[in-house]
């Protein structure tokens, strides 16, 4: 049994690392169902009276349950926002520093579950910025947290750096001190992190100092998700469309249909509507038939589901078909990695740039960079990870666990000072 653990509450995603039963080894617990990472999200399900986490969280909204769905809750800390209530969609409120509670007490139950009895002894990962150039907001976030662990349970918490975490597996094998940029893209933000690493400084407990450089875009794999679906999908739907006098039909149904948590305001009463009145727009009228079979039957999430496996299905090169049997029988789409590479051109740059601005920030040469180490869901896309690459030649691609490597290194950090 242990009575320590260290937890990787992501804006995105998150996960439980423990010691293991013997020796120096990590695990990870499982945090929904076998599942061993679990998105950040916490569904209030008014109609049932229940609450669910992560993906079943997500499903139950996509589902169309009333109630109040929470996600990326890290993201509001140190904000005006946190300690400000919100409604839970059956007339109580609750404060957002709670909702951060209440999934934290979910993953130390899990983690309880896996270890066989209580922990009260925490590490806890935070990104080198909570809040960007405001030390303050900075330090009341990381106060905000402690607190809200505390507050289930957690009488003795540490904090770690993520890009210091996710660099620790890499940094056991260095056997001289070395630059490496730690890319860490996820669903929503990409950020770069310029950490010096080396056998002599594994031993240190407070590594702020050795944070270079740190920086970050809102651009991330949704954003890819989004332009798949514009560029295939919807346009099956009519997007880009021109009316009879040669102007495109309106696009923000689309744009709206492309961003997962505007999707069900499409499918309010007035909006649908407004859009049945559009069918003398499309010069195509299959494409409003498209549009509005969507629509009335809520198929908006379905469509955001394909982009993303389209995304995943060629990420690694290839080609695959988009199923769009729900929309029309016998509709499918061809998509292969160059229209993903097309697709997301502008993405892709900005998130290169972020990383040249990082090591820029710190004063230092691209050249001297040693290894870039990817984690985050996101670097599973190759063409992104080898445009990163190309940036800086001479640094050797290192992969991690693309979900689970900040967990692994805050567990290595608990393990060194827990025991």
């Known amino acids: 049994m242990t009575s320590c653990c260290a937890i990787d509450f992501g804006t995105s995603n998150s996960a439980v690392a423990l010691p293991a039963d013997a020796g120096n080894g990590l ?52 904000s005006p926002l946190a300690q400000s209530t919100t409604d839970l969609g059956d007339g109580s409120a609750m404060r957002y520093t709670g909702i951060i509670a209440i999934f934290l007490e979910h993953l130390k139950r899990s983690a309880e579950a896996c270890a066989g009895g209580p922990i009260a002894r925490a590490v806890l990962g935070r990104p080198v910025f909570f809040v960007d150039d405001d030390p303050r907001a900075d330090e009341l976030a990381q106060r905000q947290l402690e607190d809200a662990a505390r507050s289930v349970g957690f009488g003795e918490i540490q904090f770690q750096y993520e890009p210091i975490a996710a660099a620790f597996d890499y940094e056991s094998r260095l056997s001289a001190e070395g630059l490496v940029l730690v890319a860490d893209i996820g669903g929503g933000t990409s950020d770069f992190s310029l950490v010096r690493v080396g056998p002599q400084r594994m031993g240190r407990l407070e590594r702020k100092d050795d944070v270079l450089a740190h920086h970050g875009v809102h651009v991330a794999g949704t954003d890819f998700d989004r332009r798949v679906e514009l560029a295939t999908i919807l346009r099956e739907l009519g997007y880009q469309s021109l009316d009879p006098e040669g102007r495109e039909v309106p696009n923000r149904v689309y744009f709206d249909l492309a961003t997962w948590h505007l999707i069900n305001t499409i499918y309010t009463p007035k909006r649908v509507a407004e859009l049945r009145l559009m069918r003398h727009l499309y010069p195509d009228t299959r494409h409003h038939d498209r549009l509005m079979r969507v629509v009335e039957q809520r198929f908006g999430h379905a469509l955001t589901a394909r982009a993303e496996e389209a995304k995943i299905g060629v990420a690694a090169g290839g080609e695959t078909l988009i199923d769009l049997e729900t929309v029309e029988t016998g509709l499918s789409l061809a998509f292969d990695e160059a229209q993903l590479v097309e697709a997301g051109l502008e993405e ?72």
């Open 27 to 78: 695990r990870l617990a499982p945090v929904e169902g076998a599942h061993l990472t679990l998105p950040t999200a916490v569904f209030f399900n008014t109609d049932e009276h229940t609450r669910a986490f992560g993906r079943a969280a997500l499903e139950a909204y996509v589902d169309g349950y009333d109630g109040r769905l929470m996600r990326s809750m890290k993201s509001i800390l140190g």
């Open 348 to 419: 892709t740059r900005r998130i290169v740039q972020a990383a040249r601005d990082t090591v820029q920030a710190a004063g230092v040469a691209a050249g001297d960079v040693g290894a870039l180490y990817f984690t985050g869901g996101s670097t599973g896309l190759v063409f992104l990870t080898q445009a990163i690459a190309a940036a800086f030649g001479h640094a050797q691609p290192v992969f991690g666990d693309r979900l689970a490597s900040v967990a692994t290194g805050l567990g290595i950090h608990a393990r060194r000072i827990f025991g």
